[in-house]
């Protein structure tokens, strides 16, 4: 498997996408068809202008058939949603700004973007902002699928082989389960810490075990 650093690794370039006037139901039968949860809403030149959601449509569910009756003093948020429980297209629907990635973008940002806007699929947009692909939950899990060998190595060659001169450490790599065990010695403790925080940021890894000390001798 080929290493996976960024979401134009792991994205799909197939994307289900809808046009600022399209209507309720040809949303709804779009999310069921394809089994997905949104739908990027596209403006004539392919540029990402917002998405329309589950969350979006059910809002009609929470009022019912008929338009909401609004309240005396609504809420921002009862607002939003009073309005979308009267829209019948995706440009009234859609949430914006639309929270989107670039493709070269880490894995980790996407993850942290995601969490951030509690959404589970993000668009993929290019530097105008056109859609190239669409990245998932599921997608950003497949860097946990790399062999242990691979990471064993870019750990050996990123990080030990970059970080402690040649023949000043004995240090031990083994991966299992994405679980990373650093065993042996490494020339100055302060090294330790950075070692198990940088194993951290290869992709793939679940943990870091480091059982590390420093050679009291100094290296040769």
Do not use: C
């Not at 949603?81 to 009234?92: F, L, M, N, S």
């Not at 530097?127 to 997608?139: H, I, K, N, Y």
């Not at 679940?206 to 420093?214: I, P, T």
């Amino acid at each position: 498997m080929e290493h996976l650093h960024t979401v134009g690794d792991v994205m799909t370039h197939a994307v289900i996408a809808v046009g600022r006037e399209a209507p309720f139901k040809e949303i709804v039968e779009s999310l069921q068809r394809w089994r997905i949860s949104a739908l990027p809403v596209l403006a004539g030149d392919g540029r990402v202008i917002g998405v329309v959601s589950e969350a979006d449509l059910l809002a009609k569910e929470q009022f019912g058939e008929g338009a909401p009756t609004p309240a005396d003093h609504p809420s921002r948020a009862e607002s939003d949603i009073a309005e979308k429980a009267r829209a019948v297209t995706a440009g009234q629907l859609m949430s914006v700004p639309a929270i989107t990635v670039r493709a070269d973008a880490t894995i980790a940002q996407a993850a942290r973007a995601m969490a951030r806007g509690n959404v589970k699929r993000l668009p993929v947009v290019d530097a105008e902002g056109r859609l190239t692909g669409v990245v998932s939950r599921s997608d950003l899990l497949k860097v946990y699928l790399r062999p242990d060998a691979d990471i064993a190595q870019e750990v050996r060659s990123e990080l030990i082989a970059r970080l402690l001169p040649a023949g000043s450490s004995v240090v031990e790599i083994q991966v299992e389960e994405g679980v990373v065990t650093l065993t042996g010695t490494v020339p100055d403790a302060a090294l330790i810490p950075l070692l198990d925080r940088l194993a951290r940021t290869v992709p793939g890894v679940v943990d870091v075990e480091a059982h590390l000390s420093a050679d009291a001798s100094g290296a040769p």
